[in-house]
């Protein structure tokens, strides 16, 4: 039962970054209708160039706001450069692209840092604390529980309550119509990619600490877990990713806490994975409308 | 071959295109000896290219997965191989391999369990796509890529979990030795590579043929108006789940001969670095195209060559070596993927071929991924689809 618990909170600590990743998977899909490969990639560049100015100047919390800075400069580049260049209709080409530009960045990062795993200290401790007999959460996670919740919050209020929101929502579903009602919707897709870079730059820096540390390709197992929270999701719905998210942080622990076995996680991932393909392909939150392309 | 002045049948493209494949592979053989183990990856690797440049160019579909299943039809070939083996299935050893190991030479597999053991580890691998394909193909191309994506990075893993994979050791496999007068005048790492090239051959011409036949007008008609494919009674999700499998089984294929050209497999043959190579093989050939894809595949495996060869002929330092030996060839492929796909959607080679003015000569199949027709021929993008 103790097990259980701590699996269950430690968890859902871990599903939080899922979620936020996975927000940020999602919020390309729904402007631009493609899965950015190549986030992963580009979110380990954010935070290895926000770590090198971080920890010189002002340590992880200022690195906390560099991070998603820098992925969201990334991210509108990626955009500007390639895939805008590329016709709505070219989804294929558009995820090839994407592919070939995490090679190029893995590559890059690979010559400049090496390719030895660096790590990356978290800001409190990784202790975990014990409550009542249970252990639970070392502060980093708390923090971390946090830092994704004021993000979803954020993005919740933006896309919501401000008119930015709701022209980076118009263009997303209705490019056509927002372009005649006076949306700049080619600014709005290329805001809507700064945006998501940057919440994934953050959602690495955030479970960056918890692994070995910085590494060209230490995102990919991440990058897969939230694509399938997201596809568990819809794909289509910020908050099917997270609770698709949380879903997928509980089933990888207890699978990998139960078992003792880490090289269980990728296997029960791809399990899941088809599993929803299988039976739910549009997500568990689905509702009964069709929508084209 | 239109210079011949015959229009002919898809099958004797086939045919040719696999003869010349294999003529041109024997005389490499012989030309570059000190590179035999090269010219055998391109074999394997062109097997397993040539059933994805189907998927992507012809079917409009992506596998980032491919190692992976190399890796299944790898340890698949490399399992029954063994169990034949271990079976009896054997011959006394050829005298060139007694003469160097002693009198008491272990006995080899017999010939015969080669094929048997290829034939196994496609069969396997094309089960495995069925079963991945069956859950992906309906929807759109970027899940069956983040499936695939998924699927190519269990390799490790699942060779970790499952007893008798050898986890990170890998295994040794008893593959067969060349007969004694063959192996004894051409060399058995020679006869290995021919032995691959007789499969890529067949493997291409059996493709080739089925591309520019009804099956591949099937796969491109599914692939570029999906509802017009199925008003005239094309099963557009059974379409492309074969294209699927199809590039599945040669994927597999090619991780067996890729066992049988080293006499081992191990779950680092197969990494995800393997599937991206391959996709950018495809891509440079011009997605589709099984001519481009020989190009295609000797270009990526060249590069990582080159490099090295480069890097030790400017006395590059060790350090400036380990940087960049596995980073540069993946920075310039990466970099190939997206100016080929950004400036020419029918790859390199379509280009090539239009500034020689030579149109329509070798073409198989389709202007590229979903090329909107820039060389005049070319295929409509997908337009709508309906989730079940």
């Known amino acids: ?293 | 071959m239109r210079a011949f002045g015959q229009p002919t049948s898809p099958g004797a493209r086939g045919a040719a295109l696999g003869l010349v494949v294999l003529a041109a592979g024997v005389v490499a053989t012989y030309a570059l000896p000190g590179r035999l183990f090269a010219i055998g990856q391109v074999v394997a690797w062109l097997v397993a290219a040539a059933g994805l440049t189907i998927l992507v160019g012809q079917s409009g579909q992506l596998s980032l997965g491919q190692a992976g299943f190399m890796a299944t039809g790898a340890y698949a070939a490399a399992l029954t191989q063994n169990a034949l083996y271990a079976a009896g299935f054997t011959v006394s050893p050829p005298s060139g391999a007694s003469g160097r190991f002693g009198a008491s030479a272990a006995p080899t597999a017999a010939p015969w369990t080669l094929p048997v053991a290829l034939l196994a580890g496609a069969a396997v691998a094309a089960a495995v796509g069925a079963l991945l394909g069956l859950a992906a193909v309906r929807m759109r191309g970027a899940y069956l890529a983040g499936a695939t994506l998924a699927f190519g990075l269990i390799v490790t893993p699942v060779t970790a979990v499952v007893d008798g994979l050898g986890g990170e050791q890998g295994l040794r496999v008893h593959v067969p030795r060349a007969p004694d007068p063959l192996g004894t005048a051409v060399g058995e790492g020679r006869v290995r590579v021919w032995v691959a090239l007789v499969a890529a051959a067949l493997v291409l011409a059996v493709l080739v043929a089925a591309v520019r036949g009804r099956w591949g007008r099937t796969l491109r008609a599914a692939r570029d108006d999906e509802a017009a494919a199925a008003l005239v009674g094309i099963p557009v999700a059974r379409v492309r789940l074969a294209a699927f499998v199809v590039s599945a089984a040669t994927a597999g294929l090619g991780g067996g001969l890729y066992v049988y050209l080293t006499g081992t497999v191990l779950p680092g043959y197969f990494g995800l670095t393997t599937s991206l190579f391959l996709l950018v093989a495809v891509v440079i050939g011009g997605a589709g195209r099984l001519v481009g894809v020989i190009g295609g595949t000797l270009f990526v495996v060249a590069v990582p060559i080159v490099t090295t060869e480069v890097m030790a002929a400017v006395n590059a330092s060790p350090a400036l070596q380990a940087r960049l030996a596995g980073n540069a060839p993946l920075a310039l492929l990466g970099l190939c993927l997206v100016l080929v796909t950004l400036a020419r959607p029918g790859g390199r080679l379509a280009w090539l071929r239009r500034q020689v003015g030579v149109r329509r000569g070798a073409r198989v199949g389709s202007p590229g991924v979903h090329g909107p027709g820039r060389d005049g021929t070319g295929g409509k993008p997908p337009t709508r689809h309906v989730p079940e």
């Open chain 1, 1 to 293: 039962m103790t097990r259980f618990l701590f699996l269950t909170i430690d968890g859902l600590a871990m599903g939080a970054v899922y979620a936020t990743f996975a927000l940020s998977l999602v919020l390309i899909w729904r402007a631009a209708r493609i899965v950015n490969f190549a986030q992963a990639a580009i979110s380990v560049a954010a935070v290895d160039v926000a770590w090198v100015v971080g920890s010189r100047v002002g340590g992880w919390w200022l690195g906390l706001l560099l991070a998603p800075l820098v992925g969201a400069l990334l991210g509108v580049l990626m955009q500007r450069f390639t895939m805008r260049r590329l016709g709505p209709e070219r989804h294929l080409d558009a995820i090839i692209v994407a592919i070939g530009v995490a090679m190029v960045v893995q590559a890059g990062l690979g010559m400049v840092f090496g390719l030895q795993y660096r790590p990356l200290p978290a800001p409190v401790s990784q202790t975990v604390l014990t409550v009542g007999g249970v252990p639970t959460l070392s502060p980093y996670k708390l923090v971390v529980l946090g830092a994704a919740a004021l993000l979803g919050v954020g993005l919740a209020l933006l896309f919501s309550r401000t008119a930015l929101g709701l022209r980076l929502r118009a263009s997303a579903l209705a490019p056509e119509v927002a372009r005649l009602l006076g949306v700049e919707v080619d600014r709005m897709t290329t805001l809507a990619w700064g945006l998501a870079a940057g919440v994934g730059a953050f959602a690495a820096l955030l479970v960056l600490p918890t692994g070995p540390g910085l590494h060209p390709t230490a995102m990919d197992g991440v990058f897969i877990t939230a694509f399938t929270a997201a596809v568990l999701g819809g794909l289509d719905s910020p908050v099917g990713a997270v609770v698709g998210g949380f879903a997928v942080g509980l089933v990888l622990n207890y699978v990998t806490g139960y078992t003792d076995e880490p090289n269980l996680a990728p296997i029960a991932l791809l399990g899941l994975l088809l599993a929803v393909l299988l039976v739910r392909p549009n997500g568990v939150f689905a509702g009964p409308t069709i929508r084209r392309a």
